[in-house]
């Protein structure tokens, strides 16, 4: 197991590689830019972060006639040329994509993931100043969804065709056809003071006064905050897996095995968890870092701007809109690196929950 673990470390390099080569391109060919945002604004203009034509290879003036176009437009606007050229000096937009790029990765292998162009901090400081957010998010309703609709598909795979099994489906229709962010704004109209009852506070993950409570108060005012969030977030989470769950139950429930465990007298409690729930319960439990890893950095963008959260999706959207490369580069390698030692880790609980699999026999 130890040379499949090996293998798939040193595989991770040229994949990460890959991904940010292509996501570095990506980025290049859209318009906008930190330079025409800087402009912008200099002018007194509303900021326009899609305003700047290639991801900021506009400074390699007179190299294109698109780049001399853009230039002459600038003069045209009175922009002084000396002051693009120190502005892109500045970003480090003089130099070619391609030594941006090697520079780029050269830091990060040191850990260096830079500073924000906007906000005066370094990248590193940035995640970690939003990161309770979206680990507070992503960690309890993985949680909860896991803890909802494993016994639920459990049930309805014992109760197939029941009346249990019917009303529960429709549930699982609701909660599957509903998108997240409606059913935030839901709760919010109806216990967030929106228009009926104000039970639960509308902004941030603690109160203003969170460091003068006691430690109690503290746990409370916590859960009192993030209630919401985390219940919009499972509605859209927890129908999925609960199919899921039914339908791998009910594949085992019909094979050779559990009859003959039958036939030998073992009760219906003992055949169901005892031999049926492991194999049923593989791609479940075994998924499940990968689960956390897309609840934690994808799935809750609009939900924090619904409750005025500040986390990492909203970074990452705002870093997007503003073209600031550092905190969208940097968080890409960071989550990505992160994804994929998380995808490797749910192989190996693969081999946890059933020994029986072998992943370097089969390689």
């Not at 594949?251 to 049923?280: C, D, M, P, W």
């Amino acid at each position: 197991m130890s040379a499949y673990i090996l293998r798939r470390l040193l595989l991770i390099i040229p994949t990460l590689f890959g991904i940010m080569v292509l996501n570095f391109i990506v980025v290049q060919a859209a318009p906008g830019g930190p330079v025409e945002r800087i402009l912008a604004e200099l002018q007194g203009h509303g900021v326009q972060a899609t305003a700047r034509f290639g991801g900021g290879e506009a400074q390699e003036t007179g190299q294109t006639a698109q780049a001399g176009d853009d230039s002459e437009s600038r003069g045209a606007r009175g922009i002084d040329p000396a002051l693009i050229e120190e502005l892109e000096q500045q970003f480090g937009f003089d130099k070619p994509a391609h030594e941006r790029f090697l520079q780029m990765m050269g830091n990060y292998l040191r850990l260096d993931f830079g500073d924000s162009f906007y906000q005066d901090r370094s990248v590193i400081d940035l995640v970690l100043d939003k990161m309770p957010v979206s680990i507070s998010l992503g960690l309890w309703t993985t949680l909860l969804v896991y803890l909802i609709s494993i016994p639920l598909g459990i049930h309805k795979a014992v109760r197939d065709g029941s009346r249990f099994d019917i009303w529960t489906s429709g549930v699982v229709i609701i909660g599957n056809a509903i998108p997240s962010f409606l059913f935030a704004v839901l709760l919010v109209v109806l216990f967030a003071g929106g228009s009926y009852l104000d039970w639960f506070p509308l902004r941030g993950l603690v109160s203003d006064n969170w460091d003068d409570l006691s430690w109690p108060a503290r746990i409370v005012d916590y859960f009192w905050h993030i209630t919401l969030p985390v219940l919009a977030m499972v509605i859209g989470g927890f129908a999925g897996l609960t199919m899921l769950t039914k339908n791998s139950f009910m594949e085992e429930i019909n094979k050779q095995y559990v009859l003959t465990a039958r036939a030998k007298g073992l009760s219906e409690r003992r055949v169901l968890y005892r031999h049926v729930f492991r194999n049923a319960m593989l791609i479940v439990i075994a998924g499940f870092p990968s689960a956390f890893i897309g609840i934690l950095f994808s799935s809750s963008l609009l939900i924090e701007v619904i409750f005025s959260l500040d986390g990492l999706g909203l970074l990452g959207f705002e870093a997007a809109i503003d073209r600031d490369y550092p905190v969208m580069f940097g968080t890409l390698f960071v989550f990505t690196l992160l994804g994929l030692v998380m995808n490797l880790i749910g192989d190996l609980m693969y081999v946890l929950i059933d020994p029986r699999i072998d992943f370097e026999s089969r390689s």
